[in-house]
């Protein structure tokens, strides 16, 4: 379906042919000061047209807000916005008409449908013709899903203090270096899942930061090498793949539900929302996999304020699918965008053997776009889970205290 969330609902619409795309938003606390302004400044990050290493497509993406808010306060009313279809040319026929397009959407769509949008792979396609409209119904989710992030964003930052910031963290075989040295498998000596560096990064990292150079990679060494390998693709009418890293800080204790809507869970299924996406970690991942949990394990330490912390973060700030307080760090992986103009042997719809160049404009590398997507999906997952777990507290916080619990049942009191 086209609604994710529980409390926090984001229903998306729109096709490339309509007037105009948008979303509601359901489910905003009343009180909430938004402006058209406050959801445009992740909108121009997600824009197409922003350097050299993104398609040239020129997309304006202007939100208008069309109810649940007044004098620039949230009522509490669903919140509906809509981005104005500004080139509804009629369809062009092109060869992406006789073609599926190699691993995009076009065929699985035709096939579960039984029919499809004239440009192609539906709601999750970006059609590559020389026509403007090209982008248009890629435009549909992602602009719905950046807005309605943008909404949750701001809550969970005046609420709670909440910051979620991701970056590319690798563009092809070029990667921010995380780790030290690689686990020793006759003696298990074990170097820190991450390193010192990329953990101070995660730790600071700032968007500012992240927007200095075209890639949205914070590590000016790598960025340029990273630039250079998308160039290359480009220049070679080719695509690369990436990862995404992205981290949330302030973070409250108890959000999450287990069993099926443990805190990782829903950010797993949030980021493998988002087109293009093949692969999501969370804390050490996959490289945690590799070491003993003598090395992995956080063991406990009492924080400044009394509350309990944990003295490493390999677990990511889950635990049992709720979040402990740390920070909370995933990272996304990318294909390489499949619409390329390198001449390829594929098929027709009708079987019939043949090569496909796509023509027209396309992104050569996804990741530095994604950016602002992954961390629109990870504050409406934020947005979500803490309006389930606040609503928890508030109901209980209505009854008579209990006294009558044996003490191993409850949190002692902290030292004061
Ligand atoms: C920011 C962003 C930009 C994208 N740009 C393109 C593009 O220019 N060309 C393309 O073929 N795919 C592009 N994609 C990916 C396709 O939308 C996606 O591969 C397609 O819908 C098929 O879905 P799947 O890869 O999830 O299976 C982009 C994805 C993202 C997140």
């Known amino acids: 379906m086209s609604t994710y969330g529980t409390l926090f609902r984001v229903s998306t619409f729109g096709e490339s042919h309509c007037p105009s795309i948008g979303a509601i938003i359901d489910g905003c606390p009343p009180g909430l000061e938004l402006s058209a302004a406050d959801i445009q400044v992740q909108m121009n990050r997600r824009r197409p047209g922003q350097s050299d290493l993104t398609t040239p497509r020129n997309e304006k993406d202007a939100v208008l807000l069309q109810s649940g808010i007044e004098h620039g306060v949230t009522l509490g009313t669903p919140i509906a916005l809509i981005v104005r279809n500004e080139d509804q040319r009629p369809h062009d026929y092109s060869e992406t008409d006789l073609y599926p397009r190699p691993s995009h959407a076009d065929y699985t769509y035709l096939e579960k449908y039984g029919v499809k949008a004239s440009s192609g792979g539906g709601r999750s396609s970006a059609r590559e013709t020389a026509a ?9 989710v992602q602009t719905a899903r950046v807005a309605a992030g943008a909404i949750a964003e701001k809550y969970l930052k005046l609420a709670h203090g909440i910051e979620i910031v991701a970056f590319v963290s690798g563009v092809g075989k070029v990667h921010i270096p995380v780790t030290a040295a690689s686990v020793d498998e006759e003696t298990d000596d074990a170097p820190e899942p991450l390193s010192e560096e990329f953990r101070t990064l995660l730790k600071n990292i700032s968007r500012d930061e992240v927007d200095k150079h075209t890639t949205r990679c914070p590590h000016p060494d790598t960025a340029e090498r990273m630039k250079q390998r998308i160039l290359r693709a480009k220049e070679a009418s080719d695509s690369i793949g990436g990862t995404v890293t992205c981290v949330i800080r302030n973070l409250p204790a108890g959000l999450g539900e287990p069993v099926f809507d443990k805190f990782e869970a829903k950010l797993a299924h949030a980021m493998l929302s988002i087109p293009a996406t093949k692969g999501f970690e969370i804390g050490s991942g996959f490289r945690g996999a590799e070491v003993p949990g003598s090395k992995h394990n956080d063991p406990f330490v009492r924080r400044a304020d009394g509350s309990l912390g ?9 635990q049992g699918g709720i979040t402990n307080r740390e920070d909370v760090y995933f990272r996304v992986g990318f294909k390489p965008p499949a619409t ?13 053997p043949g090569t496909l160049a796509a023509r027209g404009r396309h992104d050569p590398c996804v990741v530095p776009r994604a950016v602002p997507i992954v961390e629109a999906m990870a504050s409406i997952v934020v947005m979500d889970l803490l309006l389930i777990q606040k609503s928890r507290q508030a109901a209980a916080s209505l009854l008579p205290p209990i006294t009558t619990l044996p003490v191993t049942m409850v949190m002692p009191p902290r030292p004061a």
Request: glycine share 10%.
């Open 132 to 140: 403007k409209r090209s982008s248009w119904i890629f435009i549909i």
């Open 340 to 352: 390329i103009s390198q001449a390829q042997a594929t098929a027709q719809y009708d079987g019939t």
């Open 310 to 318: 944990t003295q490493t973060n390999w677990s990511g700030g889950v």
